[in-house]
Structures are given as C-alpha cells and as structure tokens.
C-alpha cells in the first residue's frame, strides 16, 4: 500500500534542512545497483539507504540534482510521489529509531559528474556533485559506507571504491559487485568504465596497489607509476597510521577535468601522465601521485567539516607530497619545491590577492601551497617528535570523521607543551605572506644560499665557468637565463636540465655553437626537441627541411607537442616535400576533431589559427568544443571562436554552423 506521506519540491529551505540533518539522523550505509546505458548516456539505479533517527526530526533529505525518481519505499512503504520527479524530502515526523530503509528506484542522464568520453564512462564528485547520477547526500560531514555493483556490457573493465568481491555474468552483461568496510562523504564516491590492463603490487603492510593501463600503454606502466610503491611505504611510514582502506587503485582517464582526483581507495588522474621514458623526464606523475597518495589520510580519513578549514586537507597533502619527493630525490629537490611554492606566494602577495588560510574563498595557491608552508614551519617549531604525535593522535581521534583547525592545533599544542597562538595568527589567520620569515628559513639551506648569491646580470669571465663548475643545475639554470646571447659550446656539457635551460633562453643561434645546439634534438626530452626545432629552423633557414627530415617521426606527449610544431613547420617550408602539403594540412585538422584527446584539440587549435588553417570541419569542431565538460578547454575554444568571429571570412561561415549545431 502506498503511503501518503508528503514528498515535495523545496529549493529553498532543503540546505538548511541538510546541514543540520547530521545532528537528528545518521545515514549509516548505502547500497547501490546502477546499470550504466552508454548508448542512452542514461543511469538507472536502485540505491537503498539505512540510517538511525538520532532525535525527533519532522522531515529527511536525499540530495538530487535533475534525477528522475520511479519509486521511492520507506521501511518497506511505497511512497506516493506528489510530483514528477521527487527533490529528495521527505516531509513526517520521525521518532528515534534504528536500521530504517529508504530505497529510491531512479535514472538521469548526467549533465555533470559523470561523463561518456569515447569508450570510457568516469566520475568526478567534488564539489558535491555526485547527486546529479547517484540519490546521495552532499554535506561532506555525512559519512557513509557506500557500497556500488554496476552493471555494464563484456569487454571493460569497471572500478569502484572498495574491494571487488565478485563478478556476476549474464546476457553480455558483467555486474560488478564493491564493498567498502568504511564510511566517506559522498564527494569521494567514483566509478569508471573502461578497457584497461592491470598491475599489482604489494606494500610493506600488505595492501594491494593496483596500476591500471591502457592495453597500448604497455611500455608506459614503469615510467607512469615510477617510485609509486616506495612513496605508498614511505606515507605510512612517515604518517605513523596504517593506510584506512582495503586496496590502492589509481587509473588514468581521457580528458579528465583536472590532474587527479583522490577518490576513497580510487584515484582518478588524467591520461595527459601517462608518459614513455622520455616523457618522464619532463612531465612524471610522481607530484600528483604523492599528492593523491597522501588525501587518502587527509581528506578522506579525515575530512573537513566546510571550506573554512579545507587547508586541512589541500595544504597536508601538498606538504607530505613533498616529503615524499624529499624522500626519493633529496632535501636540496625539497628545499627547491618550497622554494617555487614561495615564490608563487609572494606574487600572489604583491597583487594583493592574499588572503587567509581560514578564508573558503582562498585561492588554491593559499590553500595548497601556504598550507604546506604552514605545517613545514609548524613542524620546524614544535619539533619532528611532536609534531608526529599530534598527526597520529589527530588522525586517531577523528578517523572516518570531520574535522576543523582547532581539532589539529589543540593536538599539537598537547603533543609539544607550546602555546601556537601567535602562529595559528601569522599562518592560519593573516592574509599576508610571511615572505621575510620565509626568505631566512631558506637561506638556512647551502643550496639555496648557493642560488641566491649567484649573480650574472652584470657578465664576467666568471658566468661561463660556472657553467663548468659544481654549482646545483639549479643555478646553472639561473645563470644561462642571465646570459643567454652568451652561452658558449661548453655550456653544452651540462646535464638535460641546464640543456634543456639553453633551448629555452639561447634562442638566438650563433655558428659557434650551431653543432652543439643540434645535439639538443637527440635528448630524450619532449620540449627540449621542441624548442631546440623551433629555434634551429627559424635561425637556419637553409637547413630547414635537414631538421624537418631528422624530427619527423617524433610525436611527444598526449598534445602531439613536437608532431604539430613540425605539421606548422613543415607548412611553412616551400621547399620541403611540396607534393604532400594538402596532406599534412589535413593530418594537423583531423587531430582537432572530436575524437581526439582535449590536449591535442587545443594545440591543433593553437597551430590552425596560427597558419589560418581553419576550414568547415575544424570550425564545427572548434564550435562543440565550446560546450565540452572540460572548462578549461571550452574556455579556451570560446577565446579562439570570438578572435576568428572578428575575421569577415570566418565570420558568415561561423554563423551557418551555429544554426546547423
């Protein structure tokens, strides 16, 4: 029988509903059965919910966002809907109970948080976005076990938090069946479709890691998840609490809407880190990794209870992000890190957009890098001694719970005896950088001491032989950004770093130096190839098509960044290969259509406009991509339309092809 309790539409008072909900009801488990339908981009789904009535409470609340509800049951009670689509509240007097069951039956076609690109199906929850594929709750301090079996058609694989406890097969279709042992808010719920190989290693205390891949990305695996184990080890070590989950997936997806996203015991990042050897050396995903790594304590063990306190989670694992790289690349890699970290600051600082680490509108700059900054000085403070009791007590006290800054601080000031006042006022509470605090913490450091004493704004004799000399790379670096119409062949003999350094700033090519400069298209690296074709064909305009001949099998990262630079290059030498430039104009166009990789599209887009290459196709591509679910990526397609809408030839056919779309 169905029952006439009241569900209706409130917009207006339902957050208020929900922020407080946490004191009258906790929503213990939710058990969620969610067919995905690529075909219809559609999710159908029966979630059940238990939750405990804590107090007398007159209404209860279920986010969702444009979710059509077919059927909704209260402990076994159909529920009449008394309107199309159920808003998720749940208007009757609840008295104090145990173990209720609320079952909502449901299917959307997501706008948001959960995309269909290509073959693979990914979500992206934070931000309290989960709602819009999945009846859940979004005030992050609502922690719930969630528990997902997904259904979808043979041949992909399917992730989810959790460990996978079985496989049910039928009709060409495989039901996937995760159990998390632990309860999370909502944000950190994930799921992904698609066709991967696997990996699997073992941590020290016995928790599986597994490294998900593409099938083609086989000679990927190593330089993508290089040093992976060794900083998981170092984590639990370092933090002194047992990693909270049952197992580690991490998985790379195609144009991804950030770098990472440190889903509970699901780490979603971007394919654009997927990278050959070569790659690696200069764009690794070891930064995001750590980072990711360390949100699985902060942040998701322990979560904030709103954005006042989010450097709770941003700036620690931004700081043992860098304890990590500190652990495998050494304190001078650290001392640099917090160095640039500094510096971003410091220009933030002079532009007068400092603001409070306590401030929820705080840039990430504030929340992520003077974080890290603040726990680094806290921990020069107090001691490493104490400032480690206090981490393991905090996370103790407040595992699978929420938390705020005083919740940190009173540990450490427990754990150290030291009254922080005055620093939770500098750090936490000012606007302002510290920049001259900053500056002698740093020049304590041989290394940056060294850095900061060289000078070559004035030349001397003495610049090139720094060149020679045992200075950090770092500083060589400085040096050759100091004296770039003076690098000599010697300079040359110096490590990919301070190469790549004089690709980047000797962009004038005197003869001296010409045949050391071409040796810089053989190091293995993606932008030193780059610059060094760039500069070598603009300098040497009659070994042009030499240089093109040499490169032109060379591809790069996921943006194809030396295959399109040679594409343009090539367009723009008469003399090389004439017969095929119609050919390698429509290879550049066919890398901006819709099929490609986000990063691609944007660079072909780049080179187009920059040749005035645009044609029908590139153009309807360049319009949809101003509607694409990455915002960078539409940001940047809409820049493009409005500069090529103020040319009259692009103009009327701009105009026909936004009618047509």
């Known amino acids: 029988m169905k029952s006439l309790i ?33 075909q219809h981009k559609e999710v159908r789904g029966l979630v059940t919910y238990t939750f405990d009535v804590l107090k007398p409470v007159d209404s209860i609340v279920i986010d969702i966002q444009a979710i059509n509800c077919d059927r909704v049951t209260l402990n076994d009670t159909e529920l009449i809907l008394t309107a199309d689509t159920f808003n998720g509240v749940i208007r009757k007097r609840f008295s104090p109970s145990k173990d209720n069951a609320l079952e909502i039956s449901y299917h959307v076609k997501p706008k948001k948080a959960l995309y269909f690109v290509g073959d693979q199906i990914w979500t992206q929850g934070q931000g309290k976005y989960t709602s819009n594929w999945l009846p859940s709750l979004d005030n992050v301090n609502d922690k719930i076990e969630f528990d997902l079996s997904i259904t979808y058609e043979n041949g992909y694989d399917v992730l989810a938090n959790g460990k996978l406890v079985n496989k049910e097969f039928e009709d060409g279709f495989t039901t996937w069946h995760y159990d998390m042992k632990a309860p999370m808010s909502s944000y950190l719920v994930a799921l992904v479709v698609g066709k991967y190989n696997k990996k699997i290693a073992t941590s020290k205390s016995g928790i599986p890691l597994e490294f998900y891949f593409y099938p083609e990305d086989s000679l990927k695996v190593e330089p993508t998840y290089r040093y992976t184990k060794r900083m998981f080890d170092f984590m639990e070590e370092e933090i002194g609490f047992p990693f909270p989950w049952q197992n580690y997936k991490q998985a790379p997806v195609k144009d991804f809407l950030y770098s990472g996203m440190e889903n509970t015991s699901l780490t979603v990042f971007s394919d654009s880190f997927v990278v050959d050897s070569t790659g690696y050396n200069d764009r690794s995903y070891i930064t995001v990794n750590a980072h990711e ?30 304890l990590a790289e500190r652990e495998i690349f050494g304190s001078d890699h650290y001392y640099w890190q917090l160095f640039k970290n500094a510096q971003e600051l410091i220009a933030q600082n002079s532009a007068g957009q400092s603001t409070s680490l306590l401030n929820p509108k705080s840039s990430s700059t504030t929340f992520y890098k003077k974080g890290a900054w603040a726990l680094h000085i806290l921990r020069e403070r107090v001691g490493d001694s104490a400032f480690k009791t206090a981490v393991v007590t905090y996370l103790e006290k407040h595992q699978f719970a929420n938390v705020d800054t005083s919740d940190f601080i009173k540990e450490v000031e427990m754990a150290s005896g030291h009254d922080l006042t005055d620093y939770v006022n500098t750090w936490l509470m000012a606007s302002n950088f510290p920049e001259d605090a900053v500056v002698r913490f740093l020049k304590q450091s041989s290394f940056m001491q060294d850095y900061f004493m060289l000078d070559c704004e004035v030349f001397t004799s003495e610049c090139n032989e720094y060149l020679l000399s045992n200075i950090s790379d770092k500083a060589k670096v400085k040096v050759i950004s100091q004296i770039k119409d003076k690098v000599n062949a010697s300079a040359f003999q110096n490590s990919l770093e301070v190469r790549q350094a004089i690709a980047n700033y000797a962009t004038q090519i005197p003869l001296e130096i010409k045949l050391q400069y071409e040796s810089l298209l053989e190091d293995p690296s993606y932008i030193t190839k780059e610059l060094a074709l760039y500069n070598l064909w603009v300098n040497f305009p009659k070994e042009r098509a030499k240089y093109l001949q040499q490169t032109k099998d060379i591809i790069g990262f996921n943006d194809y960044n030396v295959r399109l630079l040679w594409l343009g290059l090539h367009l723009n030498t008469p003399e090389y290969q004439s017969k095929k430039k119609i050919e390698v104009l429509n290879e550049l166009i066919s890398y901006s259509l819709p099929n490609q990789h986000f990063e691609l599209r944007m660079n072909a887009f780049k080179y187009l406009k920059l040749i005035g290459g645009f044609e029908i196709e590139s153009v309807r591509s360049l319009i949809q991509a101003t509607k694409h679910h990455n915002w960078r990526f539409s940001k940047f397609s809409k820049s493009v339309l409005e500069e090529l809408e103020q040319n009259v030839k692009y103009k009327i056919l701009i105009g026909k092809l936004k009618n047509q779309l």
Not at 9 to 21: K, L
Not at 301 to 317: D, I, K, N, Y
């Open 293 to 322: 790594l360390a949100h699985q304590w902060f942040g998701n063990l322990v979560t904030a209870t709103s954005g006042e306190h989010h450097w709770l989670q941003e700036g620690f694992a931004t700081y043992y992000a860098l």
């Open 6 to 38: 009241q569900i209706v539409f409130v917009f207006i008072f339902s957050g208020t509903i929900a922020a407080q909900q946490t004191d009258y009801v906790d929503f213990k488990r939710a058990a969620a059965d969610v067919y995905v339908d690529s």
